[in-house]
């Protein structure tokens, strides 16, 4: 079975500071990569994707692939309380479907 | 906004009565989903359509029947709910190429939350 692992958190970082989150996941076929960010009571919205090894970077946020290892990760620069939220990692491998971690809650303290 | 809308936004029901949820698309999509998201929980795959077709069902009880009548619409009825059955259902698309290019992103609408009595 395909599973998509996340630390559960809480994360709890201090504003101005640096978020790491981390995914792993078990299919070596994966190929597409999201981050998605879900405000409590909201529906998740799309932050990230990522499709080949290495750093991409958009604004504060960049995720970080490596396949061989199997883990993704997404670094959030100078927290914000408002970056407080949930994050999900989705997996996607060819002609699946898309395949969610269970989240991270992530608290910057102001 | 993200170009998937759902309706209603909040449901009461008793476990006889029967309703439907409704999710649109306007994103020019030819996939559709169906996630239930319980309290702590992954987001659970429900149904999945593509080109109106149903390609996925992951075990889902009978009491939910999902309806897709075109690629912009999905529906996805509900009867004799039991209390479990209380959460977020998300609804979803994308567009999936024929091209098998797998670099699609998938879109939430904003949900439906359900409380079953």
């Known amino acids: 079975q395909k599973e998509v692992e996340q630390n559960s958190g809480p994360l709890s970082v201090p504003e101005g500071a640096i978020a790491s989150l981390n995914c792993t996941y078990s299919d070596r076929g994966s190929q597409s990569f999201f981050w998605y960010r879900q405000y409590s009571g909201k529906s998740p919205e799309l932050i990230m994707s990522i499709y080949s090894n290495g750093d991409k970077e958009d604004g504060r946020f960049t995720a970080q692939l490596n396949k061989a290892s199997q883990y993704v990760s997404l670094l959030i620069r100078d927290s914000q309380p408002s970056d407080s939220a949930t994050y999900l990692c989705?997996?996607?491998?060819?002609?699946?479907?898309?395949?969610f971690g269970p989240g991270t809650r992530l608290s910057v303290l102001p | 906004e993200t170009g998937v809308t759902q309706t209603p936004r909040h449901l009461v029901m008793g476990m006889t009565n029967k309703k439907s949820l409704k999710c649109e698309q306007h994103l020019g999509h030819n996939a559709m989903y169906w996630y239930k998201q319980s309290a702590k929980k992954p987001l659970e795959l429900m149904f999945v359509y593509s080109l109106e077709e149903r390609v996925e069902n992951n075990s889902v009880p009978s009491r939910f029947s999902p309806e897709c009548p075109n690629s912009s619409h999905l529906f996805l009825h509900l009867h004799t709910l039991q209390p479990e059955d209380s959460a977020l259902y998300l609804c979803?698309?994308?567009?999936?190429?024929?091209?098998?290019?797998?670099?699609?992103?998938?879109?939430f609408g904003p949900g439906t939350r359900l409380l079953v009595l």
């Open positions: 989705a997996v996607r491998s060819y002609g699946q479907n898309f395949v």
């Open positions: 979803a698309s994308s567009q999936d190429l024929s091209s098998g290019e797998y670099q699609e992103t998938q879109y």
